[in-house]
């Protein structure tokens, strides 16, 4: 199976500012990544796809890029409502697998 | 408005069989297919198998001696059972839709259950 590593586990930041969530896969994934949003107490929710990908409704201050085995995932200007963990995960190779998650808690 | 809901018991004697029942609304079962992930509290998901559009089926190696998945399209139904269960079976245990992006046969979960949370014990 592929091995997907986050980084890093957990990150404090304040509103407004701009975070980065890296993630690592054990091989090359050509690009099949997605990230995924879940809000405490909630189910994870599609942020972006193919790497680099809006999902419909997804503000445009998240981004995503990357290529081969290493992959982020942008916020830009952080607002209240990013608190969340979030979580990368592939998909080229079965089984899907996906990180152990960003924990982004406001400063 | 797409939706789905898991629902079963919420506690299960270790041992035992795990049996979920996942009811989707606002798509149809012979056009997506549906995957059930779960998820151990405070770690990340873990993709469990697939009921794809077609009627045929994938599971994740690590689970498949144990997992099996099945589909009700009349009821608009797609069913986990899972035997065996032990304490490390604990989580919550989410059915999502799968979308295929632009690329053909990747697909990615495009909408998940509110989650069925399952506490194997005694």
């Known amino acids: 199976d592929i091995q997907m590593t986050q980084s890093p586990a957990s990150l404090s930041a304040s509103l407004g500012e701009t975070v980065t969530i890296e993630c690592r896969a054990s091989?090359?994934?050509?690009?099949?990544l997605a990230w995924y949003q879940q809000k405490p107490g909630n189910s994870p929710q599609l942020l972006i796809y193919?790497?680099?990908s809006l999902a419909d409704g997804v503000p445009s201050r998240f981004s995503g890029s990357g290529s081969g085995t290493q992959y982020s995932l942008k916020i830009n200007s952080l607002q209240s409502e990013d608190v969340a963990s979030y979580f990368c995960?592939?998909?080229?190779?079965?089984?899907?697998?996906f990180g152990a998650g960003t924990k982004l808690e406001l400063k | 408005q797409v939706q789905l809901k898991e629902s079963g018991p919420g506690l299960v004697q270790p041992s035992e069989t795990l049996s979920l029942t996942c009811t989707v609304s606002?798509?149809?079962?012979?056009?997506?297919?549906v995957s059930w992930v779960r998820q151990p509290s405070g770690k990340g998901p873990e993709w469990m198998g697939r009921?794809?559009?077609?009627?045929?089926?994938a599971y994740n190696s690590a689970l498949k001696s144990r997992l099996s998945i099945s589909r009700d399209t009349s009821k608009n139904q797609v069913f986990l059972k899972m035997n065996s269960l032990q304490t490390d079976d604990t989580g919550t245990y989410y059915c999502?839709?799968?979308?295929?992006?632009?690329?053909?046969?990747?697909?990615?979960?495009?909408?998940w259950g509110q989650g069925a949370s399952v506490t194997v014990s005694s």
């Open positions: 009921m794809w559009y077609d009627g045929d089926t």
């Open positions: 995960q592939q998909y080229n190779n079965y089984p899907p697998t």
């Open positions: 193919d790497a680099n």
């Open positions: 999502t839709r799968d979308w295929e992006t632009g690329r053909p046969y990747y697909y990615v979960m495009d909408a």
């Open positions: 606002g798509f149809s079962l012979t056009s997506y297919s």
């Open positions: 091989e090359d994934i050509y690009s099949n």
